[in-house]
Structure formats: C-alpha cells, structure tokens
C-alpha cells in the first residue's frame, strides 16, 4: 500500500510516517520501482504502536525505547513498567502544574469585576507575578508576619491570592516597594 493508505489505515497522517521515517523511529519503506513508498501490515502495526505511544503523552525519545522493549523479547517486564511509571509521574508533576494554572486564573477572574472600571485582578496578578515559577509554591500565613493572609498588597491596592494554596506570586521588590503574595 502507499503512504496515503497506510496513513489512513494507520491513523498517522503521511507527513508524521515521513517523519517518523527520517529521524530512524521506523525503518525507511522499501521503494516501487516508481520511486513511491510501499507500507506492509507490519509497518502498518508500529505505525499503530506509534500513535498509541503518542496519545499517551510518550515523547519521542521514550517511544524509541518502548520500541526496541517491544522488540526485544528477551527483556523483562521490569524495565517497561519502570519507563511507564516514570512517564507516569511526569504526567502527574503536569497535571498539578495546569491545576494550579486554572485555579490561580479562576481565582483571579473570579476576582475581576468584568465592568468598565480599569481595575482589573487578572492583570495586576499577571503584571506583578511570576507565575510559572511559582504555581506550586506554598505559603504559610502563620509564620510570615509579611503577609497577609489571602491577599496580596501592591501599589494599586488588594490582589488575591489563589484559591488552592498557590500563591499568585512570591515576594517581589522593585527597590522602594515590597510585593508580597501568599495563601492561606
């Protein structure tokens, strides 16, 4: 079959199959005498493997090993489980990273008025922190006699903090003013 048939039989478009092709995640297809790619059921079955691996967030890099595991039948069950966990607990560390993402912009939005003042959380939260790196961060009320609890105080006034324990921000300082951001 030619690579418009083995990618619709696959599920993979053609250009992902070359792809896959030139960076050696599948072997070159044999030629016709025409020049064409020509695919087999065999070729059609990792194609398969290949896009499963993908849709369960496996980078390129591990399919590659899951690969030459599936090929080898002498390895050991072990060695896969251990690359499927370790993808496992990186697909959780993400997973707490957009949690704290979405609460942290729903709290902010939950907070913004949405009418024609030019007061607005979203964007005081946004231009005084730095929220990739702090998404996670927790704060702890009790024992920082800085904060206040639940909010942040900024030259514009009262921003709040998230809703799930991530603070919007850390302490920013800008030289005349200290930024502090925290949850309770």
């Not at 799930?164 to 921000?169: E, F, S």
Request: overall charge neutral; some cysteine.
């Amino acid at each position: 079959m030619n690579i418009g048939q083995a990618a619709q039989a696959s599920g993979v478009t053609a250009k992902m199959i070359r792809y896959y092709e030139s960076i050696g995640l599948m072997p070159p297809s044999p030629r016709s005498e025409a020049g064409y790619r020509r695919y087999g059921e065999q070729d059609l079955h990792l194609l398969r493997f290949i896009r499963q691996a993908r849709r369960l967030g496996f980078g390129i890099d591990q399919i590659r090993q899951l690969l030459a595991l599936w090929q080898d039948r002498g390895r050991s069950s072990a060695q896969v489980k251990a690359l499927a966990q370790s993808h496992v607990d990186e697909l959780n560390q993400r997973i707490g990273e957009l949690v704290a993402m979405r609460d942290t912009l729903s709290h902010l939005a939950m907070h913004c008025h949405g009418d024609d003042r030019p007061d607005c959380p979203i964007l005081e939260g946004l231009a005084s922190a730095d929220l990739p790196g702090n998404l996670g961060a927790k704060s702890d009320c009790a024992t920082n006699a800085a904060t206040t609890c639940g909010t942040a105080t900024t030259q514009s006034g009262t921003v709040p903090a998230t809703a799930t324990g991530a603070p919007v921000g850390g302490a920013v300082g800008d030289g005349d003013t200290q930024v502090a951001r925290h949850v309770p």
